[in-house]
């Protein structure tokens, strides 16, 4: 159990809390294992982790309410709960959102493959998603993993990605070696953003529910209950492959995400990624998702820049 004080700024607390306390009480009665205390201008939260980043939302919606109108009554309570929970809807209602983003934003499956993606994430363990940029084989792999650390299925999400530059030599770069490994993990924070709003996201990270770093540290880990995504899977080695499959713990979940066509590798370097398809597939609880250049979903050009390079002798390996 942890703890976590909102201090509340420019608000009438009788206002606020309700007569007799009835707008904390709903709040309570919505998350039973958690505490909600109020003491002056500070409201106390103590529970969960994940509890306390909802509770939190929904009182910082609520404090934003009163600034706006002056008032909070019980509805108001029940309506930033409802708002909250919309993540959490069970899939028979969702209507196949997987969840809301952080403009309110439905965010879905868009394409059969990539239906065809989250149902393979659901029945196994371990699903290859390979296809060329743009067809969202990440951001469906990233949005599948939010929904399962929301709806508490696993503990934590592991995201990570072989440090290999694009065909650049960056040189030395500047920093901690956080600010030297941030660049290469940018498009993983960016789909994270687009899913999760800024301070729950620093919260998950500050408690470890949410864990991005280099492949080389997933080396001598087991990783138990956990989501986890390795991002340009096309990068790895063989050993770094190998080393990646081995690590997966009891009750988790992993997703590879490859395109075969961008390997950045030396030339003299086989991809690991290409090699596991060849040693797993077949498998049973181990599925191949493929998507094409017709599931992209950037803009319109980026799918004929696709088939064009497809054409070209230039680019195969």
């Known amino acids: 159990m942890i703890e976590k004080t909102i201090t509340l700024e420019n608000v009438s607390l009788l206002d606020f809390l309700g007569v007799e306390n009835r707008n904390m009480n709903e709040l309570t009665l919505a998350f039973p294992k958690s505490k909600i205390i109020s003491r002056g201008n500070e409201i106390v939260l103590k529970g969960d982790p994940i509890d306390l980043v909802q509770i939190a939302d929904i009182v910082n919606s609520l ?4 600034h706006q109108f002056g008032k909070i009554n019980e509805e108001n309570v029940r309506g930033y709960i409802a708002q909250e929970r919309q993540d959490f809807m069970p899939d028979e209602f969702a209507d ?13 499956a868009k394409t059969p493959n990539q239906q065809k993606l989250v149902l393979a994430i659901k029945q196994n363990d371990l699903v290859f998603a390979l296809g060329p940029a743009g067809t969202g084989k990440t951001f469906v792999s990233v949005a599948m993993a939010v929904k399962a650390l929301k709806a508490k299925q696993v503990r ?3 995201i990570t990605r072989p440090a290999v530059e694009a065909g650049e030599n960056l040189g030395f770069l500047p920093g901690d ?9 940018r498009p993983i924070y960016d789909a994270l953003n687009d899913m999760i709003p800024s301070e729950k996201l620093k919260f998950y990270m500050e408690r470890e529910l949410i864990e991005i770093a280099p492949l080389a540290y997933m080396r001598g880990r087991t990783l138990n209950n956990a989501f986890i995504l390795l991002d340009e899977a096309q990068n790895t080695t063989p050993m770094q492959m190998k080393m990646f499959l081995t690590r997966m713990g009891p009750e988790s979940k992993m997703i590879v995400t490859g395109d075969a066509s961008q390997i950045d590798l030396p030339g003299n370097q086989k991809s690991g990624l290409k090699e596991a398809i060849r040693i797993v597939n077949g498998v049973k609880g181990i599925e191949m998702v493929e998507l094409t250049e ?10 004929d820049i696709i088939e064009a ?3 070209s002798d230039t680019t195969k390996i």
């Open 96 to 108: 196949d959102v997987l969840l809301y983003g952080t403009r309110g934003n439905p965010i879905k």
């Open 156 to 158: 934590k999400i592991i």
């Open 63 to 66: 404090v934003d309410h009163f």
């Open 177 to 185: 070696l956080k600010e030297k490994i941030d660049p290469y993990l």
């Open 309 to 311: 390079y497809g054409k």
């Open 294 to 303: 017709k599931d992209v979903i950037r803009h319109k050009l980026v799918r």
